[in-house]
């Protein structure tokens, strides 16, 4: 499981070069890889590229997301995972 600092459209973006490579080195040595990022994260791109959406095999993120944003994960054939957000504040 791995976060992103921004999706952007297919792209996964990091601010900074040390986490992207870690996170490069995880997602190539991970037998499966999820994406864990909240709704805020669908934003402009950060400042290196982590890897593209098709690296990952699931994101779940919640339902704040914006609708074009996880129609095109969906479209690259991820897995897209949608949580409420007042479920799991209760």
């Known amino acids: ?11 996964l973006t990091e601010s900074a070069l040390e986490v992207a490579s870690l996170k490069r080195a995880m997602i190539s040595s991970a037998r499966r890889t999820i994406l864990l990022v909240d709704s805020s994260k669908f934003a402009a791109p950060g400042f290196c590229t982590l ?3 098709s690296e990952i095999d699931e994101v779940i993120t919640d339902d704040g997301a914006p609708e074009e944003a996880v129609n095109i994960l969906r479209s690259a054939e991820r897995t897209v ?6 479920k799991a504040l209760k």
Do not use: E, F, R
């Open 1 to 11: 499981m791995t976060g992103a600092s921004a999706v952007t459209g297919t792209l």
């Open 51 to 53: 890897c593209d959406v």
């Open 81 to 86: 995972t949608l949580v409420s957000v007042s």
